[in-house]
């Protein structure tokens, strides 16, 4: 069999960085132009602060919701409207004379209700409370947006990345492809190896089409939070520099403040005031009532005062009832409380301790596994020079360096993205 010199082979199979030989743009050109004619990198600050700034109706509803609570808890503060009450009384219906008769009457009558006890305190403290939630559902909700963009942002970047890669050894294998017609063309090479490499080549190209589909699917995702930019912008190979997280000890002390928390102590603290409102039920309401009775010709007018008084004689299907449906509620909500904080911790203590291990799985990569793989890959290569191993061994020991590099792409941004998870539970001041 024909063996290819060491220099030349070793040109065909570089994959330096910024390799790009004629063929290479040509290939770049014909698989995928939407990524190499967009001109603007997207940085994930910029994708952040672009998801932020969007009148997003998801950020928005828990504002309008808050003060329509707060609208609403100044509304049911209030006394009811006073009533206002006209009557004819004892009018005569032979001549409907108004001065016939001494019984005869105008009366004109006013009236106000007070609820029981400190009923309108505590409904507005309630209104309160649920709109003091709805700004913590608020605050949540602008971490998971903050959350959901850096997770897109970084699986596109990861795509990038691995196109760029995929790109580099399909040039390699179609300029190896090229010698091998070339030598087959003077009858010193068979076709097996031609069609074995052709094969490789059209599952990188398989490849190349997969990236593009799911980078297409991110996009139109990522266009939810920042509109058309995701779709005119391109994505920076390199990984971009994210808050360190803080201690474990740390953070677990400050899970009471996350959102998500505080936004259940507000729903608790309703729960505590629906409590009140039905204790307040045993207390009684009272209405004052005043009234103006006008007589004709010379007879004297009068006038009334009264009062009027709930009696809750009769509590144990009624108020009983109420105050331990209120009760039940108000301990279902620390309960729901209670299951936040604890998934909460869970999902941190399970998503540091698979950050850590990431760290150390791509530190092994780093130091390790991808050295190996060129290694591999060389000493392939000088096998393959002096005879004793195949073309289509070379072609696998290019491939498992490709896959070794993939992967590592692939670990540091699951690492990332662990990290994003991890500040979305923490938070950060610098958002």
Do not use: C
């Not at 010199?5 to 910024?18: D, E, K, M, R, W």
């Not at 770049?28 to 939407?34: A, D, H, M, N, T």
């Not at 509620?329 to 869970?346: E, F, M, N, P, T």
């Not at 301790?353 to 290569?381: F, G, H, I, N, P």
Request: hydrophobic residues 40%; without cysteine.
């Amino acid at each position: 069999m024909f063996k290819l010199s060491a220099t030349s082979i070793a040109i065909i199979l570089a994959t330096v960085p910024n390799y790009a030989s004629p063929n290479a743009l040509q290939s770049e050109k014909v698989y995928g132009q939407e990524w190499s004619q967009v001109k603007t990198l997207l940085t994930i600050e910029e994708a952040v602060r672009l998801a932020l700034a969007s009148d997003d109706p998801y950020l928005n509803e828990p504002k309008e919701m808050a003060s329509s609570f707060e609208a609403s808890g100044i509304a049911e503060a209030q006394l009811q409207d006073p009533k206002v009450s006209m009557n004819i009384a004892n009018l005569p219906l032979d001549s409907f004379s108004y001065t016939q008769e001494p019984m005869t009457q105008l009366q004109l009558g006013v009236s106000q209700s007070f609820p029981k006890g400190d009923t309108l305190k505590l409904r507005r403290g309630k209104r309160q409370a649920q709109a003091q939630s709805e700004r913590y559902r608020q605050e949540l909700r602008v971490r998971e947006v903050i959350l959901d963009t850096r997770l897109i942002w970084l699986d596109l970047n990861y795509l990038a990345g691995a196109r760029s890669k995929v790109l580099q050894s399909r040039q390699a294998i179609s300029e190896l492809i090229e010698v091998i017609q070339a030598i087959f063309a003077t009858g010193r090479q068979t076709s097996q190896d031609i069609l074995r490499a052709e094969l490789e080549l059209s599952l990188l190209d398989d490849r190349l089409v997969e990236i593009d589909r799911k980078a297409s699917i991110l996009k139109a995702k990522l266009a939810r939070r920042i509109g058309d930019r995701a779709f005119t912008s391109r994505m920076p190979i390199s990984l971009p520099g994210l808050k360190f997280p803080n201690a474990v000890d740390l953070v677990l002390n400050m899970l009471e403040t996350h959102p998500a928390i505080k936004m259940e102590t507000a729903k608790l603290d309703a729960s505590d005031k629906d409590v009140g409102l039905a204790g307040e039920l045993y207390k009684p309401g009272w209405a004052v009532k005043a009234g103006f009775g006008a007589r004709g010709g010379d007879r004297p007018d009068f006038a009334s005062v009264g009062v009027t008084m709930d009696v809750p004689l009769f509590t144990a299907k009624r108020q009983d009832k109420r105050l331990q449906a209120a009760q039940k509620s108000r301990q279902a909500s620390r309960l729901s409380r209670d299951i936040v904080l604890l998934d909460l911790r869970k999902n941190f203590l399970a998503t540091r301790a698979d950050w850590e291990q990431l760290e150390k799985r791509v530190s092994l990569y780093e130091s390790v596994v991808l050295e190996r793989a060129k290694d591999t890959s060389e000493a392939t290569l000088s096998s393959y020079q002096s005879g004793v191993s195949d073309f289509p061994e070379l072609v696998r020991a290019r491939l498992a360096e490709l896959d070794t590099e993939l992967k590592l792409l692939r670990l540091k941004s699951d690492r990332m993205m662990a990290q994003a998870q991890l500040l979305f539970i923490e938070g950060e001041n610098n958002a």
